[in-house]
């Protein structure tokens, strides 16, 4: 029996005018929720599935309506006039965030039907078409939502819309592959060729993401896929992974390049909405040098590289 319900998922941004992620100009839907925990994540209020509130004490007047509003007393008013929250009690319901005049608490992600976000795209069909442009679903990690996924890019292909996706690629391979059909690009993260270090990194091993690689690359919905590395000093920018890297993308037919992904920390202000702590303070941005050289070592293996989404 098939449903008439509307497939329905969780966003937390839709970005317009997007020139990465894809040829062209491009709207970016970014999902919510994410298998990976990556300490340089640099969109924290990706990785929990459900809509999640923020808390911006710049924008607080103290004024406690947030306090009375909160029936399970998550939220608390000090002695020295500080609103404190408990994150462990909180249960995101937004009854603070509707009540609060400033805006200085937000919900931060919503629940919306694939036809909704297909609608909300659309809008920008003029740039795709003048420009070969598209859409492309982010996150998080869109595989984490696959219906949604599917529907939403299944919406796009009906309208003639380029599609590309971003994956970590940790994502079953019957998950993967019912996606492909409707994708006309693959971005797939390889973070680390060590899998015990990948797990100490974002809390799971790379096993099954080179698998799905070679899968994708062995795949007969022949899709151009591009294999992106987040460089990050000190954690995987070393010559050695690098190499290995740039070995394994060799043995590979149909990768389009290696994309070099330079660090840098404009999460850092959602880690404070979201009390959560950034681990890598002291992390800088790998310098031009450097990246060069890195570039250089891929090469050397015959694999075409990029600086930069």
């Not at 996924?149 to 292909?157: F, N, R």
């Not at 800088?284 to 090469?299: C, F, Q, T, V």
Request: charged share 25%.
């Amino acid at each position: 029996m098939v449903s008439d319900m509307p497939v329905k998922g969780t966003i937390f941004k839709i970005e317009r005018f997007a020139v990465h992620d894809g040829p062209g100009i491009r709207t970016v839907v970014f999902m919510k929720g994410c298998r990976l925990q990556c300490r340089w994540c640099s969109s924290p209020e990706s990785q929990r599935m459900s809509p999640e509130v923020g808390y911006d004490a710049d924008k607080c007047l103290r004024c406690g309506a947030c306090v009375e509003a909160c029936s399970i007393e998550a939220i608390n008013a000090t002695p020295n006039d500080r609103v404190v929250t408990n994150i462990q009690r909180c249960d995101h319901c937004g009854e603070c965030v509707a009540i609060c005049p400033e805006g200085a608490r937000k919900l931060i992600g919503e629940v919306v039907s694939a036809e909704e976000v297909v609608h909300e795209v659309e809008k920008d069909s003029a740039f795709y078409h003048r420009s070969g442009g598209g859409v492309t679903l982010s996150g998080g990690e869109p595989t984490m939502q696959p219906e949604f996924a599917t529907e939403i890019l299944k919406g796009c292909l009906e309208r003639g819309f380029y599609t590309a996706i971003e994956t970590c690629g940790y994502v079953e391979w019957e998950i993967l592959d019912k996606i492909l059909p409707y994708l006309d690009l693959i971005y797939i993260d390889i973070k680390h060729m060590s899998s015990d270090k990948h797990q100490a990194l974002t809390g799971v091993g790379n096993e099954l993401i080179l698998e799905n690689v070679k899968r994708i690359d062995e795949a007969d919905v022949k899709l151009p896929y591009i294999v992106r590395i987040p460089v990050i000093p000190g954690v995987n920018d070393a010559a050695d992974n690098i190499r290995k890297t740039a070995e394994f993308a060799s043995r590979l037919r149909r990768v389009e390049r290696i994309e070099l992904l330079p660090y840098h920390r404009y999460g850092l202000l959602m880690y404070r909405l979201l009390f959560r702590d950034y681990t890598l303070q002291k992390v800088s941005a790998p310098s031009e040098e450097h990246l060069k050289d890195m570039g250089n070592i891929i090469r050397s293996h015959h694999v075409p590289v990029q600086i930069g989404g």
